[in-house]
């Protein structure tokens, strides 16, 4: 395949081969229109109810010879919308030959069958499938807006469920009056009475700081549908054949524990971003959590959620050919190895530290943490890294999202490190993408440590 020519002003010096999904989806759409006859291409998702999302681009003329270039481009933008809009069915408007490539590699044989059964059976219900048309008869947008959040009043309960902890507040009429966090171990837990006994702990030690409970509002990483799973990294230990009768419905168990309460669970990025907007006053907000994985969530221009996954994770945001590969889906060059506690672990060695066998990577970043704080060069190398993937993440997200505010949050942010990341992240818009104006935000420590949990905790409206 014939390889785009870039030329990244800021390569983390740690990962000299990383290729920016930005940068190299700029180059071939200049080539494509230079070619002098671009193809107009329309990728459309469907989602529950019918809500649609659109996204127009072009292509090189959509012959043989292209094929190949134009295939890596496409495929790439059409598993970002996947995990950042959602959808089941596909309709790839303006290139038969494109659509009928796609549909075999998300199949269920096919190179994206992680996608293609998440997509479909697990978060939608429905098989998934892609559909040909022209471009001129692709359907249109149908978007949708949903206003949650930002509810001080009465006698709350917010927690916030991470893959090392989990966290827990009460709020009585806005001010938190408790706040506490628990390690625990729940990724690879194959009993799912270890996840309930877990967060109901959590719920009643904060229902005991309260003279009563109005409303209990949670965030956690994952897709929810009803306040049920549909895909959740915090129970990938339960055996898949236990999921939609154990997993999906823990919440609404748990619920049944506080009968007549409201009780509202979102993904754990959405909250990110509700408490963004909420704690700044901030429209067009994308919220990043870089944990134990990488959690995104948006508030639009007009200060709404949407229906959308935002599961940026598993989108990606490096092309090269070699990429690290994402252990869960089996992709490459996806967020998770990028913007999170992975990536850390990842760049831990390049950088020269050397860790016993086993140690798990929330404790090979404090101790990366521990070294930044003596100034040790190494750990400045990881977040220097660390930042520059940032920086050309939010050049790529900015091409699918209205993004003028960024708010990062989560371990991999806290300490002298997360300066270094936002300096670099900021060095990178600037220098190789002048015409986008992001501000980045970052609360202070207890705010990302906690403040998840509070803002969880106001998503309930009281009748």
């Given at each position: 395949m014939q390889k785009l020519q870039i030329s990244p002003r800021h390569l983390p010096e740690l990962d000299p081969g990383f290729v920016p999904a930005a940068l190299w989806n700029r180059e071939f759409r200049r080539q494509a229109e230079a070619s002098g006859a671009p193809v107009k291409l329309a990728l459309v998702l469907e989602r529950a109810n019918g809500t649609r999302s659109r996204f127009d681009t072009v292509i090189l003329p959509d012959t043989e010879e292209n094929f190949d270039l134009n295939f890596r481009y496409v495929e790439r933008i059409v598993k970002f919308l996947l995990w950042s809009r959602g959808g089941w069915k596909l309709t790839v408007g303006?290139?038969?030959?494109?659509?009928?490539?796609?549909?075999?590699?998300y199949s269920p044989k096919g190179e994206r069958a992680f996608d293609y059964d998440v997509m479909g059976r697990k978060i939608y219900d429905r098989q998934f499938t892609v559909e040909n048309c022209s471009f001129e008869a692709a359907p249109a947008a149908g978007e949708i807006g949903v206003k949650l959040g930002g509810h001080f009043d009465g006698c709350r309960i917010g927690f916030d469920l991470g893959g090392s902890d989990r966290k827990c507040a009460a709020i009585q009429d806005g001010k938190t009056i408790h706040s506490e966090e628990v390690v625990w171990d729940p990724y690879f837990q194959s009993d799912i009475e270890y996840h309930r006994a877990g967060i109901l702990d959590s719920l009643r030690r904060a229902a005991a700081k309260l003279p009563r409970i109005d409303a209990?509002?949670?965030?956690?990483?994952?897709?929810?549908?009803d306040n049920q799973p549909r895909i959740a990294s915090l129970f990938r230990g339960i055996p898949e054949a236990d999921f939609a009768t154990k997993v999906r419905p823990i919440f609404l168990e748990i619920a049944k524990e506080f009968p007549g309460v409201p009780f509202v669970v979102l993904n754990d990025g959405e909250v990110t971003a509700l408490a963004g907007s909420i704690s700044l006053g901030k429209n067009s907000l994308l919220g990043v959590a870089m944990g134990t994985s990488e959690a995104v969530g948006y508030v639009?221009?007009?200060?709404?959620?949407?229906?959308?996954?935002?599961?940026?994770?598993?989108?990606?945001?490096?092309?090269?050919?070699d990429a690290p590969r994402d252990e869960w889906s089996g992709d490459l060059g996806v967020g998770a190895n990028y913007l999170s506690q992975q990536a850390v672990g990842r760049l831990a060695p390049l950088a020269g530290f050397e860790f016993p066998a086993?140690?798990?990577?929330?404790?090979?970043?404090?101790?990366?943490?521990?070294?930044m704080a003596e100034q040790d060069p190494r750990a400045?190398?990881?977040?220097?890294?660390?930042?520059?993937?940032?920086?050309?993440?939010?050049?790529?997200?900015?091409?699918?999202?209205?993004?003028?505010?960024?708010?990062?949050?989560?371990?991999?942010?806290?300490?002298?490190?997360?300066?270094?990341?936002?300096?670099?992240?900021?060095?990178?818009?600037?220098?190789?993408?002048?015409?986008?104006?992001?501000?980045?935000?970052?609360?202070?420590?207890?705010?990302?440590?906690?403040g998840q949990a509070v803002i969880?905790?106001?998503?309930?409206?009281?009748?």
């Open positions: 303006g290139s038969s030959r494109l659509g009928d490539a796609l549909r075999s590699t209990i509002g949670g965030s956690a990483a994952g897709v929810y549908v639009t221009p007009a200060g709404s959620l949407t229906d959308w996954l935002n599961e940026l994770a598993f989108a990606p945001v490096d092309y090269r050919c086993g140690t798990p990577l929330p404790e090979q970043l404090k101790l990366v943490q521990k070294a400045e190398k990881i977040y220097r890294a660390i930042g520059s993937y940032l920086g050309y993440a939010v050049g790529h997200y900015a091409d699918f999202y209205e993004l003028e505010h960024l708010l990062l949050l989560g371990r991999v942010s806290s300490g002298q490190g997360g300066s270094i990341i936002i300096e670099e992240a900021q060095a990178v818009l600037r220098d190789d993408f002048p015409n986008r104006h992001v501000e980045f935000h970052i609360p202070d420590e207890s705010f990302k440590r906690h969880a905790g106001t998503l309930p409206e009281l009748g």
